[in-house]
Structures are given as structure tokens and as C-alpha cells.
């Protein structure tokens, strides 16, 4: 039934594909696209390379701590440096990637609800978002690891459910522009069930500014993950991560910098690279929005 509903042209502007198009056509997301996609193939292939390039594996010995051996020294205990460095990305990546995703499913989901539905249940999910709101994520995340210690599962958990306010604020404001809209009446006339009319008529409709959304929460997870890292509460020793790498090594930043330098140009190259695709992101649902509006 959903597929013979007539779309205006108006919610449109709210598909993905054409606002991928607009937004390509900034330079910057071009730019940010390289920087991005060069990173996540460092981490992603460099686990594969790092023993074949370096000679040796991420936990072997390779000489003095805070040496000058080979392409970029050694760590704090005698570990090859760029060996850990080709090896440390994938983990924080994945981390990341997946408490963005849990972040946005559950506040895509709470968002659209809490919007078609209206009344009781629209205030009880948004006040008790802005109860999660009033606790900054490090401090939930500090507070869950002090409970139960440090967990890969539990850093995703805790991210993401801090994203998921947010998240359900943008999809609440965005499922009431479309709720009134003649194809979503069509299909209430129809008696459509309610999850179909969500899924089928109006996430398609509201994914623009989701879009948009993703690359934000993308963003901080990747920060939050190397942070809690950073603390030595997120990804553990003897697991070669970014963030783990700048806190083992920072010591020894003027004598042997490359074990900090290498990590934190990275985490900054892929935080720049995210955040121009976001950014071109919002000026093409902008101006896609002030065309429909003129």
C-alpha cells in the first residue's frame, strides 16, 4: 500500500540520494571524503600490513623504550611504534562506528514515536532525554566503568545512549514537519499500521537531517572513545589503540614524539575529515529546506 502513495516534491529535499548530490558538490566535502576514507583504510588494512612493513608485531620487543629504531622508534616498553600505530585504529574505529549506530537507531526511534505519537508518552521520552542530557557523557561513562570496569560493550552502551537525546530531539522536529503531509494522511486514511507509516513513509522522508546527525555523532564517539582510552579506561594495555598510545608515550613526547604524533594526527585528520562531510552535509539540507520554503 505504502509504495502506491504519491511523495510531493517537497519532502524530497529530505531524501538521501539528492542530498548526498547537493552536498558533493561542496569542495570540502570532497576533501573531507579523502582525509576521512584515508584513515579508516589505515585502520582498516593496517593491522594486515603492520607486521610485513615493520618486521615486527605490535607486542614485540624491537629495542630500548623511547629509541629511534627503524621508521619511528620505540614506546615506552620497547615496542615498535609504528607496528602499534598501523594496529591501533580498527578497534577505536569500530567502537565508534558502533555507538553511532546505536546512538541513532534508538533515537530515530525514540524521535518518531515521540512525535506521531503526541501527548503523554511525546512528554515522558523527551523529558527523560533531558534527564540524559544534564550528564555529560565522560561522566556516565566514568561512572559505569567505576561500577563495572572497563568493557569494549560497555563504552558503546554508554555512548551511545548518551547520543540517543539528541538524536531524538533532531528526528522528533523533523517527523513533525512531515506528519502533516498528504501522503502520510493518505496513509492513515488507508488504516496503515503505524510502524509501517514510520518506517515506510516517514524515516525516508526525515533521513536529511539524520544524515546530518550521524556525522556529528560520529564525530564525538571517536573522540569520547579515545579519550576514555587516553584515561586508561576504555580500550586496555596490552591492545594497541590511538588513544592508549598517546597516554603510554606522552612521556616521552620531546625524546621520542612519534609514538603521540602518529595517533593524534590520525584521530585529527579523521575528527577534520567527518566534520567537513557533516558540515556539507547541513548546508545542503539548508539550502535544499530554504528552496522548498521560497
Request: with cysteine.
Given at each position: 500500500?505504502?509504495?502506491?502513495?504519491?511523495?510531493?516534491?517537497?519532502?524530497?529535499?529530505?531524501?538521501?540520494?539528492?542530498?548526498?548530490?547537493?552536498?558533493?558538490?561542496?569542495?570540502?566535502?570532497?576533501?573531507?571524503?579523502?582525509?576521512?576514507v584515508?584513515?579508516?583504510?589505515?585502520?582498516?588494512?593496517?593491522?594486515?600490513?603492520?607486521?610485513?612493513?615493520?618486521?615486527?608485531?605490535?607486542?614485540?620487543?624491537?629495542?630500548?623504550?623511547?629509541?629511534?629504531?627503524?621508521?619511528?622508534?620505540?614506546?615506552?616498553?620497547?615496542?615498535?611504534?609504528?607496528?602499534?600505530?598501523?594496529?591501533?585504529?580498527?578497534?577505536?574505529?569500530?567502537?565508534?562506528?558502533?555507538?553511532?549506530?546505536?546512538?541513532?537507531?534508538?533515537?530515530?526511534?525514540?524521535?518518531?514515536?515521540?512525535?506521531?505519537?503526541?501527548?503523554?508518552?511525546?512528554?515522558?521520552?523527551?523529558?527523560?532525554?533531558?534527564?540524559?542530557?544534564?550528564?555529560?557523557?565522560?561522566?556516565?561513562?566514568?561512572?559505569?566503568?567505576?561500577v563495572?570496569g572497563?568493557?569494549?560493550?560497555?563504552?558503546?552502551?554508554?555512548?551511545?545512549?548518551?547520543h540517543?537525546?539528541?538524536?531524538?530531539?533532531?528526528?522528533?522536529?523533523?517527523?513533525?514537519?512531515?506528519a502533516?503531509?498528504?501522503?502520510?494522511?493518505?496513509?492513515?486514511?488507508?488504516?496503515?499500521?503505524?510502524?509501517?507509516?514510520?518506517?515506510d513513509?516517514?524515516?525516508?522522508?526525515?533521513?536529511?537531517?539524520?544524515?546530518?546527525?550521524?556525522g556529528?555523532?560520529?564525530?564525538y564517539?571517536?573522540?569520547?572513545?579515545?579519550?576514555?582510552?587516553?584515561?586508561?579506561?576504555?580500550?586496555?594495555?596490552?591492545?594497541?589503540?590511538?588513544?592508549?598510545?598517546?597516554?603510554?608515550?606522552?612521556?616521552?613526547?620531546?625524546?621520542?614524539?612519534?609514538?603521540?604524533?602518529?595517533?593524534?594526527?590520525?584521530?585529527?585528520?579523521?575528527?577534520?575529515?567527518?566534520?567537513?562531510?557533516?558540515?556539507?552535509?547541513?548546508?545542503?539540507?539548508s539550502?535544499?529546506?530554504?528552496?522548498?520554503?521560497?
Amino acid at each position: 500500500m505504502s509504495e502506491t502513495i504519491a511523495v510531493p516534491l517537497s519532502a524530497e529535499v529530505n531524501r538521501p540520494a539528492g542530498l548526498i548530490r547537493r552536498a558533493w558538490a561542496f569542495p570540502q566535502a570532497k576533501i573531507g571524503a579523502v582525509l576521512t576514507v584515508v584513515v579508516v583504510l589505515l585502520a582498516v588494512l593496517g593491522p594486515l600490513v603492520a607486521e610485513v612493513l615493520t618486521g615486527y608485531a605490535p607486542d614485540d620487543f624491537a629495542g630500548k623504550p623511547f629509541k629511534l629504531v627503524g621508521i619511528a622508534g620505540t614506546d615506552n616498553i620497547g615496542r615498535d611504534v609504528l607496528s602499534r600505530f598501523l594496529d591501533g585504529g580498527l578497534t577505536l574505529l569500530f567502537y565508534a562506528v558502533l555507538a553511532t549506530a546505536l546512538g541513532v537507531l534508538l533515537g530515530a526511534a525514540l524521535g518518531m514515536l515521540a512525535a506521531y505519537t503526541g501527548g503523554r508518552l511525546d512528554a515522558v521520552i523527551m523529558r527523560g532525554g533531558d534527564v540524559l542530557l544534564s550528564f555529560p557523557c565522560l561522566v556516565l561513562a566514568l561512572l559505569a566503568i567505576a561500577v563495572i570496569g572497563p568493557r569494549g560493550w560497555l563504552l558503546v552502551l554508554v555512548i551511545g545512549i548518551s547520543h540517543a537525546p539528541r538524536i531524538a530531539r533532531v528526528t522528533r522536529q523533523a517527523t513533525l514537519t512531515v506528519a502533516g503531509q498528504d501522503y502520510i494522511r493518505a496513509a492513515e486514511m488507508y488504516a496503515v499500521p503505524r510502524w509501517r507509516i514510520l518506517l515506510d513513509e516517514t524515516l525516508p522522508n526525515i533521513t536529511g537531517p539524520l544524515l546530518v546527525e550521524v556525522g556529528l555523532r560520529l564525530t564525538y564517539s571517536i573522540g569520547y572513545v579515545a579519550s576514555l582510552s587516553f584515561l586508561g579506561l576504555g580500550i586496555q594495555p596490552p591492545a594497541a589503540d590511538w588513544g592508549l598510545m598517546i597516554n603510554e608515550n606522552r612521556i616521552a613526547l620531546v625524546v621520542q614524539p612519534w609514538g603521540v604524533l602518529l595517533p593524534v594526527l590520525a584521530i585529527a585528520v579523521l575528527t577534520v575529515g567527518t566534520n567537513m562531510i557533516t558540515d556539507s552535509l547541513a548546508s545542503a539540507a539548508s539550502g535544499a529546506r530554504q528552496g522548498s520554503e521560497s
